[in-house]
């Protein structure tokens, strides 16, 4: 390990430095060569060079290690406690001019979440919080990380909240069903947690015990709104419902059956956004897939009509009736 590859916290002792140190406490010195390995230890000060000889280090006592520093920490301590009473000296004079502009609730109806980051933090603290339910849209989202340790993480908050007694809802597109991670997720979680999926879901919804909602506030989702307005609150649960009746199990086999015709509901799905005029990335976005799969669709579903162009297509679509019986075959 190098000098410049060795970085932890001032007053931490590394696995490294525990030791070297402790071969020093029990040998008197160390080599300046064995200390390079842990520079942490000249740094915090366990040890300095002999007198007699520049090449080797001895340890510093560890008792008077430990109580240089404690104080070096009660110095941290009183410095913020002191930084704190200069935050509400300067923010108290403010406070009572804004008391007079306030409405009767302390939390503004409506907040906007700058990151993604600070998003996930207010969606957090407000699942602490919660006691009784979570409604959940999560469209399909490639750039979204599936880092395992993030996954397993929001595992985590996720069974906290059911383990608290409160229930939880969740909307796909159908493509999630396909998902390794959800799948798992979905058969690790244990309480009251359902998931259903539909073609198409709106954009980004989390509603938590009907009291506060988060949405995304710009097209990149750098920014997220924070909603406690009543009114929109049940609005956003209102549409949630309708959505959910709508909404198929998710179960494997759910989705993919053909219909009598050969058009299988995605296929279905797909040719209703086409007579639309959608393009393939409108297309693979609104279904929760990736460009290619969605044109591997479109393909089959050209070879299923006959079709030789993709104008001829929308119109073989529109007179061969499947999207007046497609809704019969869900």
Sequence with gaps: MTAGSHHHHGDELCEP?????????????????????????IDIGLLHPAIENLDRLEPVAPAVVLQRLLRLSEDRIAHERRRG??????????????????THEDT???RILSGKRRTGQAIEEAMAEGRRELLAIQPHD??????????EGAMERDQAFLDRGARMRALYQHTARHAPYQRARYE?????????????????????DRTVAFIPASADRTLALEVR??????????????????ATPMHPQAVEQATLNGITPRQHAIAALL???????DIAERLGMNVRTARVH???????????????????????GILKTGDAVR
């Excluded at 579903?301 to 079709?307: E, I, P, R, W």
């Design 17 to 41: 430095g525990l030791a070297v140190y402790t071969r020093a406490l029990r040998d008197g010195h160390v080599s300046t060569a064995t200390a390079a390995e842990a520079p942490c230890l």
């Design 229 to 246: 307005h009543p009114a929109l609150i049940a609005y956003f649960v209102n549409t949630f419902d309708r959505l959910w009746r709508l």
């Design 108 to 110: 503004p109806a409506l």
């Design 298 to 320: 479109i393909a089959k579903l050209a070879a299923t009509l006959g079709s030789e162009s993709r104008a001829q297509l929308g119109y073989l679509i529109s007179e061969s």
């Design 275 to 281: 007579v639309e005029g959608h393009t393939d990335a």
């Design 142 to 151: 490639s750039h979204v990380s599936r880092r395992p340790d993030i996954l």
């Design 85 to 102: 009473q200069r935050m509400a000296d300067v923010f108290e004079p403010l406070i009572r001019l804004g008391s007079g502009h306030a």
């Design 188 to 208: 690790r979680l244990t309480g009251d947690v359902e998931a259903r999926t539909l073609d198409e879901v709106t954009d980004r919804l989390i509603i938590v």
